[in-house]
């Protein structure tokens, strides 16, 4: 037997309008049996009605389901720490559904993998200790954790450096005497028993054990691979310390005993509470995951629907198929949908559709056939979010984010174990393996993907189909990061249509001085497009590739082939399109604007294997010479006497460096064309006044303001976000909508007016006392009749950031956030640039809440942010104000952002009132009475959890 360590509403589009039609007709069939599940059932129960429901993952596990069978979880229930295995086949017409009561729900049926974690005791230096083979810990972890959460967040692992310190939290290596000896400057604590990550190039982390530690040196139990033989060549490219209880330095961070069995966690606040951690359920490096598509060393299974489930804090995966299948004629899975899923903080791989079929027609790797993977969730994965070797398959309108994220490393980092290895594939979002092991004729359309470590794609596959994805930030984590990356010989015949990719980072961190120029003028290492060590016959058409740290295109294979026409390429560090030796393109139409001043439009190696070339337009205003090839830096004049685009065209002007530039990429990240106005000041490439815009779907518009605009638009425009104004100089709007908890009225859907009603709303501002202590001068000459109150919005420089911008604004009825100049139109925020920031929402005796990451905020546009729904928000202190509707806690009477005995007692010796403007109205109808007394006393304590 081959057994291999692989850590291993919806939107209806056309294309898929015949399988929703045969969905339909399948759920209206009679189903055999249908089986509920609810944690207050038992499993002595029948099962087969709602009130006599089962209550273990355990005793599903053990049915023997037939064709159209249901299993039915109550929805807002959790499982925690138990596996479901689904081992049975439906048949196309009859096939069993995995789902939730009622159907759709939002509050989802929770398959956990952690579980509480209890009875911290001080251990000194502000660290608290959890036996967790004592107490109410008992039993729970006997194999031990690999995460850590702190009320639903995931907590941060100790390090040293922080992640916060210089060079990206990295230490210099100094000194590498051999393949396990490491000297740095200075360890100022023993980390023997720890692991230590050692950035061994651009694309790989290396996580080893540390043996042992003498002084500033320490010994690996395995050997240490840098790129070019030695960790410390040109000051090496870095490492940090983890795993290790002398790392906790900062609230929040952890450290597991495995041979003591404790947890560890730093705090300044006092003991710990609102713990869970990942229950690591064997010690075995087979594929689990919280829900299992099959039974491992078992026939593959087939017709068979999950759907509606959350799963979340898997100590490995969290949808997966097994290591293994046999024992079956078939080769693998077929015709599963796996639909309308979240899945969450999966230590390794979000999805797992990777198998060894053995005892088969055909041994392999394979990942099953005619899948439908849609409408799915999956953040906060370590390793992937899917990792494949499935085949005509469709995975659309997924949402992928906050894949492989230093912040969220356990002590294996990216999944890729203690001992070496340089785990060139993790981080990846999405990796489709090579076509003989099956990774074939896929479609992927309509995905969203959303801060990743490293690449959204990497392909090795054949005959896959990438349309109409959207990939925002990529390469948080590590370098050469790319939005699709062909690679290998495998990848053939690979189509990406109307793809937009923005912001390629290409994280650089580390204390490696030769890349210091790409850290520092270019932001980093990335690339939109890659087709790559022997990748052929690619078509790339009508895609938009907006500010890529290093290439927008590239095409570097001896003797690949591929069609590039119609794609629009906007900014890149290096240039837009890098071409290497031998590639043979056919290259028509595209139009690539570079608003770099250093950075060229063409990087050509060798003119002579260009291939064909017509219709583009090429610009960069800065410099003349933004063609480099073989023979120099040339114009495109030069250019064209290569006898490579010879009928081109170029901008009608120039700029200074230095100054902002005038062409800006407007963006439409929609499955529908948008049509705006965007003021007056603008032309088209060609010249042509433009007063609006109207973009296809998917598809970009590059334009050029008469004016030079007073800011930076490097990751173009959203044109669903498009705001008035002229010549490049409207301001940067945030249209942000957020509840209250205390005037929230579920039968309206909206929050009471009692304050606006009594004219007890201020004129001014509210937030110039303790705490806030905010100096605006934000005041109205009239309230409008909508108005439910003032808030304080705060612009933050990530987590744990300092205050950049912070402005008052007021609150309707609705829950939109709006600007004191007209009382209708966004908050606005003036000349904020174009970045990613966290943003904090504050109110007087409501808790503060804060974006879950930092989100990108683009200048001269309105930027969307909504709260109401949780997604959005970091940590757990939004109060359920309706079914899938979440609102700001009341209860925080002296707005010190804890909710406590204090805030209970202030309020009970509160004198009742009427008409006034007071934090101890907690409710927020004008009064203090019993009403807020009472809504006290049902607020639990609480604190404000601020990123």
Known sequence: MKVFKFFTTLLICSFMLSFFINIKEIEVLTANSTYYISTSGSDTNSGTAANQAFKTIAKVNSLSLTPGDQVLFNCGDIWE???????NSGTQLNPIKIS????NCTNKPIISGSKDVSGFASSGANRYVADLNSGANAGK????????????NRLQLGRYPNIDAPEGGYMNITGQSNATTLDFASLPQSFSGGNVHVRGMTWYIENHKIQSQLGNQITTQTNVNCWGGNCATNGGWGAWIDNSINTLDQNGEWYYDLPTNKLYIYSTTGSPANIQASVVNRTDNRSFGGINLGQDMS??????IVDNFEVRNSYRHGIAAPTNFEGSSSQQSSNIVITNNRILNSALIGLNLFTWTFNSAADGWYGGTDLTVLGNTIDGANMNAIFMASNNSNFSNNKIQNIALLKNFSPVGMGCGLFGGDCTENGNAVVISKQLDNGKNNQFNLNQFNNLGTTAVLDYGGGNAF?????????????EAVGFRMYGTGSTNTTLSQNIVINGIGNLDGTNNDWDVFRIDRGGWAWGIHSDAGATNTTVSKNTIIHMAANGLIFDTPGGTGTVTENKIYGAGRANLGIGGGFNINHTNNTYVNNIQAANVYEVENAGNFGQSSGNYLSN???????????????????KTTGKDTDATTNSYTQTPGQNPRAVIYYNPTD???????????????????????????????????????????????????????????????????FLSGPYNPVSS?????????????LSQPYNTTPTNYSGTESVVSINPNIVDWVLVQIRSGAGGTTLAQKAGLLTDTGNIVDTSDQTSPLNLGNLPSGSYNVTIRHRNHLAISTNTPITITSNTVNNLDFTGNANVYGSNQFLVKTGVYGMKSSNANGDGIINATDRVLTRKAIDAINVYSRMDLNMNGNISSSDRSLARASGDSIELIR
Request: cysteine-free.
């Open 750 to 762: 909206g929050m009471n007016l009692n304050l606006n009603a009594g004219n007890l709303i201020p």
């Open 621 to 639: 205003p800065y410099s003349p010479n933004f063609i480099q090839n073989n023979t120099g830096d040339q114009t495109l004049a030069d250019w």
């Open 100 to 103: 939730s009561n009622p159907a």
């Open 467 to 479: 349309g109409k994805n959207y990939i925002n930030t990529i390469g948080l984590t590590k370098a």
């Open 299 to 304: 026939a593959p299974i087939s017709n068979v």
């Open 81 to 87: 720490g138990e596996e479901l295995t689904i081992k």
């Open 672 to 738: 529908a064309p948008v049509t705006k106005s965007i003021g007056t000041g603008y032309k088209t490439l060609a010249g042509t006044a433009i007063s609006s815009l109207t973009i296809p779907a998917f598809e970009s518009q590059i334009i050029v303001a008469d004016l030079i605009p007073s800011t930076i638009t490097p990751n173009g425009i959203d044109i669903t976000t498009v705001a008035q104004g002229g010549g490049g100089n409207t301001t940067t709007s945030l249209s942000a909508q957020v």
């Open 141 to 152: 972890f006997t194999n031990g954790i690999n995460q850590v959460f702190g009320s639903g």
